[in-house]
């Protein structure tokens, strides 16, 4: 990435916050991601992480804080709006821990449902994505099936297809290979690779600290709210600065 490009993020968090009531999940979060920037975020259960993620598109909103994504800034506590919340979540794809696919709809329905009735394409126009995308992770003789008679696997690929049939500019990733045996999970991160390398931007909630290590560019670590740790992923993960990321990583390449 050339200095220009790191001179105007794709995604930037200022002073961002947010409350249960008295209970604060995370404080005081500033974080740039640049084009092209694969960002994995681990650290401890509980730490605040995917709650962050789900407040960078609002699917959770912020309790202070500016959040600008793909150029588009929000800040929280100023009256936003629902047009303004579906604009700057229209720049993000978001695949979750948990497939979320229609059970009732055949795998192609599934990627093509949300072209039709949000970015209002023709059904022809949506199922000419989709094909393309099924076959970019490598399930395009599934278009006819339904996601029961799909692997978990099968089915974290078909929703990260949905999420790219959108035209995102970030993908956002939630844990997505925690509800997967890792011989299958395998097959995820083999189609997050891929997007890596074509420079997609990404955020990564992530346990697979092989992932974080070899395919991210930037490497934070959240404890109790806060990022205690942000930088190169070699050198956090092999000479963490932090005794919490210690403990941590202690604890999960242990097992």
Request: one cysteine or more; charged letters at 25%; a neutral charge.
């Amino acid at each position: 990435m050339d200095a220009s490009q790191r001179a105007q993020p794709m995604v930037s968090l200022r002073g961002v916050s947010k409350n249960y009531g008295e209970r604060t999940i995370f404080s005081d979060v500033n974080l740039d991601v640049s084009p092209g920037e694969v960002m994995a975020v681990i650290g401890p259960s509980g730490a605040g992480k995917s709650t962050l993620l789900r407040c960078i598109n609002f699917l959770e909103e912020p309790t202070s804080g500016q959040i600008t994504l793909g150029g588009r800034t929000i800040r929280a506590g100023e009256g936003v709006s629902g047009r303004d919340v579906q604009a700057l979540r229209r720049k993000a794809g978001m695949v979750f821990q948990h497939f979320n696919l229609f059970p009732h709809m055949s795998v192609l329905d599934n990627v093509s449902f949300a072209q039709m009735r949000v970015l209002k394409r023709s059904r022809e126009d949506a199922n000419k994505r989709s094909l393309a995308l099924l076959d970019r992770v490598g399930l395009a003789d599934f278009a006819g099936s339904y996601p029961a008679r799909c692997s978990g696997g099968q089915q974290q690929r078909i929703a990260i297809a949905r999420a790219l049939a959108m035209d995102p500019e970030v993908m956002l990733f939630d844990e997505p290979t925690s509800a997967l045996d890792p011989e299958v999970g395998l097959e995820v991160l083999a189609v997050m690779k891929e997007l890596a390398s074509d420079g997609m931007t990404m955020i990564i909630v992530t346990h697979e600290m092989g992932f974080a290590r070899d395919v991210s560019d930037t490497l934070v670590v959240m404890a109790d709210g806060k990022i205690i740790e942000h930088g190169d992923p070699r050198q956090i993960l092999s000479e963490p600065n932090h005794d919490r990321t210690r403990l941590f990583l202690r604890a999960v390449l242990g097992r």
